[in-house]
C-alpha cells in the first residue's frame, strides 16, 4: 500500500553547516511531495514542494531533490539555523488523490 | 491572525468521556482536512470535506469518531465514549481545492488539539 518514510530518525547538526534530510516513498504513482517542518507544539508548516516532472527544485536555503527512478526525495538546508530545530516530514499526493500521505518524519537538531 | 484556529489547544478527559474539536479553516478554502497525530509519527489522514460535504474517511476514523462540517466553514471532530488509545493530536488543514493537475495542493495546517484520555 501507500506508505512514505524516512531514513534516520534524528539529525544532528553544526550551526552553519548544511543539512540533508531524506525520504523514501513506496508508491510509484505518487507525483507530487511536499516538504513541512513541525517546530515543538505546533502543526506542520509548509516549506517547499515538488512535481515529479522535476528533479530538483530550490527555494530560500532550501533545495529538494527528486530521484524516482529509486524513488527518492530529499531536503537539503544550506548553512542551518538554530530556528531550523523541527522535526522534518515528507508527504506525497498521486493525482486525483485528495490527500497528502505524509512519512514518519526527521528530528532536525542543531548545535551551536 | 488569519490562519487555520482550532479549539481547544488542550484537551484532559477521563476515559469512556465524549469530547469535540472545532477547527477554522482559512476562510477562501473549501477543502477541510482532520489528520491525527501521535507522538513520533507523521500525521494521520481521518477525513475531509470539500464545502459541506465529507468526500472521503479514513479506516482509522471508527464509528466512535464523528466529523461535520455543516455550513462549509468551521467543522468539527467530535470522540465519543473516548479511550486511552485515542490519545493524539488533532490536526486540522484547510486548502484551497484541487490544483490543474488534480492534486488537493498544499494544506495550511492549524496548531492542533492535544487530547490525553486518563
Known amino acids: 500500500g501507500e506508505s512514505v518514510g524516512l531514513h534516520l530518525p534524528t539529525l544532528s547538526v553544526q550551526e552553519g553547516d548544511n543539512s540533508i534530510i531524506n525520504c523514501a516513498y513506496s508508491?510509484?504513482?505518487?507525483?507530487?511531495f511536499i516538504w513541512y517542518k513541525q517546530e515543538s507544539g505546533k502543526g506542520p508548516q509548509f516549506i517547499i514542494d515538488i512535481r515529479s516532472n522535476m528533479d530538483k527544485r530550490q527555494g530560500q536555503r532550501v533545495t529538494v531533490l527528486l530521484n524516482k527512478t529509486v524513488k527518492h526525495l530529499s531536503l537539503q538546508i544550506a548553512a542551518t539555523q538554530p530556528g531550523d530545530s523541527a522535526v522534518y516530514f515528507c508527504a506525497e499526493n498521486m493525482e486525483g488523490a485528495q490527500k497528502l500521505v505524509f512519512g514518519q518524519g526527521t528530528r532536525l537538531t542543531i548545535n551551536p | 491572525d488569519t490562519g487555520v484556529s482550532q479549539d481547544p489547544r488542550h484537551k484532559i478527559t477521563k476515559r469512556g468521556q465524549n469530547v469535540t474539536f472545532r477547527c477554522d479553516p482559512i476562510s477562501e478554502h473549501n477543502r477541510l482536512y482532520w489528520y491525527r497525530q501521535t507522538l513520533g509519527q507523521g500525521p494521520e489522514f481521518l477525513t475531509y470535506f470539500q464545502n459541506e460535504a465529507q468526500l472521503e474517511k479514513s479506516r482509522l476514523l471508527s464509528d466512535r469518531f464523528s466529523a461535520e462540517r455543516p455550513k462549509g466553514s468551521f467543522s468539527t471532530l467530535e470522540i465519543q465514549r473516548t479511550e486511552q488509545g485515542d490519545s493524539a493530536m488533532y490536526l486540522c488543514?484547510?486548502?484551497?481545492?484541487?490544483?490543474?493537475?488534480?492534486?488537493?495542493?498544499?494544506?495550511?495546517f492549524g496548531e492542533g488539539s492535544r487530547l490525553t484520555v486518563l
Open positions: 488543514a484547510s486548502s484551497f481545492g484541487m490544483t490543474a493537475g488534480g492534486r488537493t495542493g498544499e494544506l495550511f
Open positions: 508508491n510509484s504513482a505518487s507525483d507530487y
